[in-house]
């Protein structure tokens, strides 16, 4: 936080040595305005404002009574974390661990000896009636409390009194002068979808496969087998659809070099904004944010639009005649889209919204709008809403579950008072990382939500110190959380591996694990675990996790430079991806590939290393989803990013991988055209493969490479 | 601040001295933005100028004085993102380097060369956030995604901004 401040610093300095056209001086503003005529009050602008106010006022009524002061005033409420770290806000003394969660859902495998069995009353769980007295608001001995931390609301006052009790000016940043912000934690804890950094378990699963087409073709890079991902590019072997955030959904069929684009699928709202989507059976769906349809964003008017519904909204269409795609059904619901799971023919929305803190006081419990989240334009009922005894802000997580076969009504809807922060879905367990509540100790929240078949529950909550990396420092395994975790202390850091039972208890603890370090990776699978730190040393560190009440290090290899990400590759091979350094100055050398071999994990060895000197990043590295990588078709493929004297040149790099030769660079195709070194965002690339054709596509654009022809170029499209 | 409500509701009656003194307040600021966030000293120049043209026409409808600053940015950042998609689609000349005044010019430049090669995203963040002045929340709503998101997004480009200047490519 600290560094990031310095460099801030930096840029606003170097600024300032800027020097400002004359003709932008405050004396030359009449040569500016020579043409321009003062707009009187009364013009049509004013009316066309009221005009919208009015459509508004149709969905939420009371939102408007607040007037143009909330545009201003709204921008105040953000997220804390920095102010938790400094055990800011209402310090009560440690949280009261007794788990008290009755779970009353089915499990899968995550359900060990001693846990609750779960009955089959599905259906109460989904109306909350039996958990939950909706009747008295006195009465609340009836409330699901988690750890101690989590309770389950019985009517909108409790959630109201809640709710007006958060410090509103704890926490706020200053609008004008110093603007602070709240940082990720260092080891580059992220939050949406697309900056996760996770990996794959499984070579490709066929969940998709079509009848016509390849059945030889690759699929999203997931992390949980079974657990689908939502991406910018999804193919059925036959077609390719590839997302064009701003514009919409294009459908291609995928056909070496007589490809073709075979139809637009445009938004369905003016200003939305798509972010993934699924393929699932024949169905396509597009999540996509936005404010609330319906309310055009005019670039001139949108002077009040801060003051509009954020939306995230879930389209599925039919694409059995991928020519004529047919809109099935749309479901809605407040908040910035954060990511989604598709699980067993149910997709699971992850939305953050925020409510009207501090207005909510002022208007009262009547208007819950301003203190509950809303889906498909609806207040959510009190006894969906999940509350911490003291909230720091006034953020919502919002779950909902679609059924993919009925895709105009939601099966559950769930809210928790907390600023998510990060995610790891199992198959049977949603994993929400969040800022602390409650402590006065810097650290992690870890909420832990069940669900199947479209039911959603939160049923445990926890603590531990410090900070995760990634979601990949989160995993389940027979119904334990196994977490890795960085401390900063002062100037020292220190890592540790906690192993959680279903209540988010520890059972089990490695703590001060290389101090001065930090995590850069990590890859727990079943009994064993790989996880990486840096710097000084860089250790791979093989851990011991078959005994829950006793994880144990039992390897750990040095090697220059670290891994930032780690994939399973093939029996007994560890694929390593990540940075070599200069042992001495700590200077990043170039890019490095790595192959372990872990069939002794205790004595694990880097069996083949590959530098490629030059590269500055690789943004698959920040998106697990970016990477390429199946060792049974032996293609590992990524952007990358390699900085020039006043640009940049983007590649994708393909590499295979063979136990005597070691890596080989199969391809590496420049985007730029030749002599160019415009910088170009290529974060939405995807390379996919079906069959022996590899196609590399951008929202506009593919090139088809022969991947049995030694990755030749056979043809290139462009869809402007 | 009382002194600047005074200057907008003489702006808004269209007295031209009074929007002319507000735009004093902000229009280096309103440079460097476009500047950084376009690269480019020409369109951020001509960038500038059609906000003001743009924001003198709508000031009358400006109601509450503690926004005009964020409102002008907003219209602002709006020209600069429409800017950007034109980008998109065309070849752009890299920047002049222009001659700095400060003293420590040489690292003003490393530092802008290095701000150069973050993506259009993280400038346009590291901008709103320096030169608007907005915050996480406000930047989020401007770019579709939650205020963790920007601030996750903005430490990252400025870690990279670090490895670029630390030789580190």
């Known amino acids: 936080m600290e560094e990031d401040k310095k460099i801030l610093d930096s840029i606003k300095k170097s600024a300032e040595s800027l020097p400002i056209p004359d003709s932008l001086k405050p004396d030359n503003l009449d040569n500016i305005l020579k043409d321009t005529a003062f707009a009187e009050k009364n013009s049509e602008q004013d009316m066309t404002e009221d005009t919208k106010m009015t459509d508004k006022k149709k969905k939420i009524t009371s939102f408007y009574k607040w007037g143009g002061a909330i545009a201003a005033a709204l921008v105040l409420v953000v997220g804390i974390t920095a102010w938790v770290q400094l055990g800011g806000g209402n310090n009560k003394s440690a949280m009261d661990m007794t788990a008290n969660s009755s779970a009353d859902m089915d499990t899968t495998e995550s359900v060990t000896a001693e846990s609750e069995e779960l009955n089959s009353e599905d259906t109460q769980v989904a109306e909350n009636s039996a958990e939950v007295s909706e009747e008295s608001a006195a009465d609340m001995t009836e409330e699901v409390t988690l750890g101690g931390v989590l309770t389950q609301a019985s009517d909108y006052q409790e959630i109201y009194e809640k709710y007006a009790s958060i410090q509103s000016s704890a926490g706020m940043y200053a609008r004008d002068g110093v603007v602070e912000y709240g940082a990720a934690a260092d080891g580059e804890a992220s939050i949406s979808a697309q900056a996760e950094t996770a990996g794959v378990e499984s070579a490709s699963s066929q969940d998709n496969a079509s009848a016509a087409g390849s059945a030889d073709f690759s699929q999203t890079n997931i992390r949980t087998e079974g657990v689908e991902e939502g991406d910018t590019v999804k193919t059925d072997g036959t077609y390719l659809y590839v997302l064009d955030r701003n514009t919409g959904v294009r459908i291609v069929k995928a056909n070496a070099q007589e490809s073709q684009l075979i139809k637009d699928i445009p938004l369905e709202q003016t200003s939305g904004y798509a972010r993934e989507m699924y393929l699932y059976e024949k169905r396509l769906i597009v999540i996509v944010d936005g404010v609330e349809a319906g309310i055009e964003e005019a670039e001139e008017e949108d002077v009040f639009d801060i003051n509009q519904q954020q939306q995230t909204t879930v389209y599925t269409y039919n694409i059995e005649n991928p020519e004529e795609p047919k809109l099935l059904g749309q479901v809605s619901q407040g908040g910035f889209y954060h990511t989604s799971r598709l699980v067993d023919g149910y997709l699971y929305v992850l939305t953050e919204d925020s409510r009207m803190l501090p207005y909510a006081k002022t208007y009262g419990v009547e208007d819950t709008n301003s203190f509950v989240p809303s889906v498909n334009g609806e207040v959510m009922a009190a006894d969906d809403i999940y509350m911490p005894n003291t909230p720091d802000n006034g953020t919502y997580l919002v779950m909902t579950s679609v059924k993919i076969t009925s895709p105009a009504h939601f099966i559950d809807t769930k809210a928790v008072m907390a600023m998510p922060y990060m995610f790891y879905v199992s198959n049977s367990n949603i994993y929400v990382n969040g800022s602390g509540w409650n402590q006065t100790a810097s650290g992690s929240t870890i909420v832990r939500i069940a669900f199947k078949n479209g039911k959603i529950k939160p049923e445990a909550a926890g603590w531990v110190k410090g900070y995760l990396n990634d979601s990949f420092s989160m995993d389940e395994y027979q119904g334990y959380l196994r977490v890795l975790t960085t401390d900063y202390v002062q100037d020292a850091t220190q890592n540790a591996l906690y192993i959680l039972d279903e209540d988010l208890q520890v059972t089990g603890k490695l703590e001060n694990l290389a101090e001065g370090e930090h995590i850069e990776s990590a890859r727990l699978l079943d009994d064993i675990g790989y996880f990486v730190t840096y710097k000084q040393t860089d250790p791979l560190f093989s851990v011991d996790l078959s005994d829950p009440a006793n994880p144990a290090i039992i390897g750990s290899l040095k090697v220059n430079g670290f891994s930032e990400y780690l994939h399973f590759y093939g029996a007994n091979q560890l694929l390593g991806i990540g940075w070599e350094t200069n042992p001495d100055t700590q200077e990043r050398i170039g890019l490095k590939l790595s192959m372990y071999d872990i069939s002794d994990p205790e004595n694990v060895t880097e069996i083949h290393k590959k530098v490629i000197e030059g590269i500055g990043d690789v943004t698959a590295l920040y998106n697990y989803k970016g990477f390429l990588i199946n060792p049974d078709k032996n293609i590992i493929g990524f952007t990358s990013q390699t900085w020039k004297e006043s640009g940049s040149e983007s590649n994708y790099m393909v590499f295979s991988y063979d136990k005597d030769q070691g890596f080989t660079q199969n391809l590496s195709y420049k985007f730029q055209a030749e002599g160019e070194e415009e910088y170009m965002d290529v974060s939405d690339v995807r390379g996919v493969y079906i069959g022996n054709e590899l196609y590399i596509t951008r929202y506009d654009q593919m090139e088809v490479f022969k991947i049995d022809e030694d990755y030749a170029q056979i043809a290139v499209f462009d869809w402007n | ?169």
């Open chain 2, 1 to 169: 601040m009382e002194h600047t409500q005074e200057l907008i509701l003489q702006a808004r009656d269209g007295n031209r001295e009074a929007f002319a003194e507000l735009y004093g307040q902000i229009y280096k600021d309103l440079y460097r933005f476009a500047y950084y966030t376009l690269r480019n000293a020409h369109d951020a120049e001509d960038v500038v100028s059609e906000t003001v043209v743009s924001a003198y026409k709508q000031i009358a409808n400006l109601r509450q004085a503690e926004a005009f600053r964020g409102w002008f940015f907003k219209i602002l950042s709006n020209q600069c993102k429409r800017k950007l998609k034109e980008y998109v689609n065309k070849t752009v000349e890299m920047p002049e380097q222009l001659e700095a005044e400060g003293t420590d010019f040489i690292e003003d430049i490393m530092v802008r060369s290095a701000f150069e090669k973050l993506s259009d995203e993280e400038r346009l963040i590291i901008s709103m956030h320096l030169f608007a002045g907005y915050s996480s929340q406000e930047t989020g709503e401007i770019l579709h995604m939650s205020a963790n998101t920007v601030r996750s997004k903005e430490s990252r480009a400025l870690k990279k901004m670090k490895n670029i200047m630390e030789g580190g490519r």
